[in-house]
C-alpha cells in the first residue's frame, strides 16, 4: 500500500459503498472486487512463504508421506519436502500480461470481462498458485481471504499509510 499510495482513494471508494449497500459483512465482502484484486495481484508479485527465516517465492510446502513415483519417473522417499515455485507462474507473461508491472486492477477488470469466478482471490488454477491447486488447494483460503480482506478494508479506511520520513500519503493526495 505504501509503493502504490494512488490505490488507497480508490480502495475506500469501494469499501464505503459496499459497506453502506449491504448490511450482511459477508455478502460485501464478496463485492469489494477492487480490494480483492489489490489483494490477489500482490500475492501475485510477492506471493512468498517464509522458511527458516528467509523468504522464498513458492506456493505452500508439502511433505510426503510415503515414497512416491511422480509421473516423470523421479522417486521422491518418505519425509521428502516437496514445493512449486510460484515466481515461475505468477511472472510469466504467457500466463499473465506485463507481468513485471504492478496491477491493482489486473482481476477486477478480468472479473469485469465475464471471468469473475475464476478470478477471484481464492480461485486457483495452474498458473496461479498463490493458494496452492488441485486436491492439495488450501481449505483454509476463504477464511484466509475474508481475514486478509476485513485488514486491509479496517487500515483503508482508519488510517493514512506511507513510508517513514516521506511526505506521500496513500491516498495519493
Same mark, same amino acid.
Given at each position: *500500500?505504501?509503493?502504490?499510495?494512488?490505490?488507497?482513494?480508490?480502495?475506500?471508494?469501494?469499501?464505503?459503498?459496499?459497506?453502506?449497500?449491504?448490511?450482511?459483512?459477508?455478502?460485501?465482502?464478496?463485492?469489494?472486487?477492487?480490494?480483492?484484486?489489490?489483494?490477489?495481484?500482490?500475492?501475485?508479485?510477492?506471493? *512468498?512463504?517464509?522458511?527458516?527465516?528467509?523468504?522464498?517465492? *513458492?506456493?505452500?510446502?508439502?511433505?510426503?508421506?510415503?515414497?512416491?513415483?511422480?509421473?516423470?519417473?523421479?522417486?521422491?522417499?518418505?519425509?521428502?519436502?516437496?514445493?512449486?515455485?510460484?515466481?515461475?507462474?505468477?511472472?510469466?507473461?504467457?500466463?499473465?500480461?506485463?507481468?513485471?508491472?504492478?496491477?491493482?486492477?489486473?482481476?477486477?477488470?478480468?472479473?469485469? !470481462?465475464?471471468?469473475?469466478?475464476?478470478?477471484?482471490?481464492?480461485?486457483?488454477?495452474?498458473?496461479?498458485?498463490?493458494?496452492?491447486?488441485?486436491?492439495?488447494?488450501?481449505?483454509?483460503?476463504?477464511?484466509?481471504?475474508?481475514?486478509?480482506?476485513?485488514?486491509?478494508?479496517?487500515?483503508?479506511?482508519?488510517?493514512?499509510?506511507?513510508?517513514?520520513?516521506?511526505?506521500? !500519503?496513500?491516498?495519493?493526495?
Amino acid at each position: *500500500m505504501c509503493t502504490h499510495t494512488a490505490n488507497a482513494g480508490p480502495l475506500r471508494e469501494e469499501i464505503e459503498r459496499v459497506v453502506g449497500e449491504d448490511e450482511c459483512i459477508r455478502a460485501a465482502l464478496g463485492r469489494m472486487w477492487r480490494l480483492e484484486s489489490f489483494l490477489k495481484e500482490s500475492q501475485r508479485m510477492k506471493g *512468498m512463504i517464509l522458511s527458516d527465516s528467509c523468504l522464498l517465492p *513458492m506456493a505452500p510446502l508439502r511433505f510426503t508421506l510415503q515414497d512416491v513415483l511422480l509421473s516423470n519417473g523421479t522417486p521422491l522417499s518418505a519425509g521428502t519436502l516437496v514445493t512449486a515455485v510460484t515466481r515461475s507462474t505468477h511472472l510469466d507473461d504467457a500466463n499473465f500480461p506485463d507481468t513485471a508491472t504492478f496491477d491493482p486492477t489486473r482481476f477486477s477488470s478480468m472479473s469485469e !470481462e465475464g471471468s469473475k469466478n475464476r478470478r477471484c482471490y481464492v480461485s486457483t488454477t495452474p498458473t496461479d498458485i498463490g493458494f496452492g491447486h488441485g486436491r492439495h488447494t488450501c481449505p483454509g483460503r476463504f477464511f484466509a481471504a475474508d481475514d486478509l480482506k476485513i485488514l486491509l478494508a479496517c487500515v483503508v479506511i482508519r488510517y493514512v499509510v506511507k513510508f517513514r520520513g516521506r511526505g506521500q !500519503e496513500a491516498a495519493g493526495e
